[in-house]
């Protein structure tokens, strides 16, 4: 019987050392047990207790734009953990309810959100969206900062949404899902996820205000990392005016319970700006826009309560 040959060892450059796998720190997942539904109702009447009132709108603002809350002039309710939210673990998020009427309708305003990149579930970073469903909400404003793609983008501008392109959607959202599920329904469709009505209300209210708003789509990637050059030139590509890593989640969740969405974009940064993006420049340039954004959502809801 011939001996078999030796076996011949792995050469070193392909051996992984143990040490390497053990230790490599693993991203933060939110494993925390989605409140029951009876838990959430038990939240929304508290914040309408809060408030007064049952809300009609809910605003949910994105990085550095609290003050948008302080420029509609609402009051501070309660804090994001007093009602059961996921706290924002980045700067420019506050983490505070806010409320009061805003026009003719009675607002509540989030400050700051929870996203997927800091280890949050999809139900954990909509929860804020459906408490103020359950509540009475029937109009979701969403807003966030983004980076400009288009070339007609410029840092300061204001874009509303009319569709987007989400990365992690295309991949399923599997780990964002975890043992918690999806907060909406399966085979949910995304046509009309923004509302064309408020859309168009909001951009001839942008006009009469002295200003343009425009209208584009907008991609979402998972995040943190600011995209790459290549990257950017791939979402141009494919159709997108502008990028961030947010807000689609809680657009999908609203479109599926069947309320109206508006979503802004704040324009941070622009593809062709030749200083690389920071989160530091992101919150001071939205501070910046909190004051015309705050005029733009007073106006525009004065204006949809009288149509």
Not at 144 to 173: F, K, Q, T
Not at 175 to 185: E, F, M, R, T, V
Request: hydrophobic share 50%; net charge neutral.
């Amino acid at each position: 019987m011939q001996a078999r040959p030796a076996r011949r060892s792995m050469p070193a450059w392909l051996v992984q050392p143990k040490l390497r796998t053990a230790t490599r720190p693993m991203p933060p997942t939110d494993l925390t047990p989605p409140p029951s539904q009876a838990a959430l109702a038990a939240s929304a009447e508290k914040l309408c207790s809060l408030l007064g009132q049952r809300p009609r709108v809910a605003l949910v603002l994105g990085s550095g734009l609290s003050k948008v809350a302080a420029n509609l002039g609402l009051e501070d309710l309660a804090s994001y953990s007093d009602l059961g939210l996921p706290v924002p673990g980045v700067a420019g998020h506050a983490g505070v309810i806010a409320g009061g009427n805003a026009g003719p309708w009675a607002l509540l305003a989030f400050a700051g959100r929870a996203h997927l990149y800091e280890g949050h579930t999809l139900e954990a970073s909509t929860r804020a969206v459906r408490l103020a469903l359950t509540a009475g909400a029937r109009i979701v404003i969403l807003t966030n900062a983004a980076g400009g793609l288009a070339e007609h983008l410029s840092v300061g501008d204001i874009m509303a949404l009319r569709d987007h392109l989400s990365l992690p959607g295309l991949c399923g959202y599997a780990s964002a899902a975890n043992a918690s599920g999806y907060p909406w329904p399966f085979f949910v469709s995304q046509d009309q996820v923004y509302a064309s009505d408020l859309r168009l209300a909001a951009v001839s209210t942008a006009s009469d205000l002295g200003f343009v708003l425009h209208e584009g789509v907008y991609a979402m990637v998972w995040g943190p990392l600011f995209e790459s050059p290549a990257e950017r030139r791939l979402l141009r590509l494919l159709g997108a005016d502008a990028v961030g890593m947010s807000t689609v989640p809680e657009a999908v969740a609203a479109h599926a319970a069947g309320a109206s969405v508006l979503a802004l974009s704040v324009i941070t940064n622009v593809a062709a700006s030749p200083e690389p993006p920071t989160h530091a420049d992101v919150t001071r340039i939205t501070s910046i826009a909190s004051e015309r954004l705050a005029s733009l959502i007073r106006a525009l809801l004065l204006r949809v309560a009288s149509d």
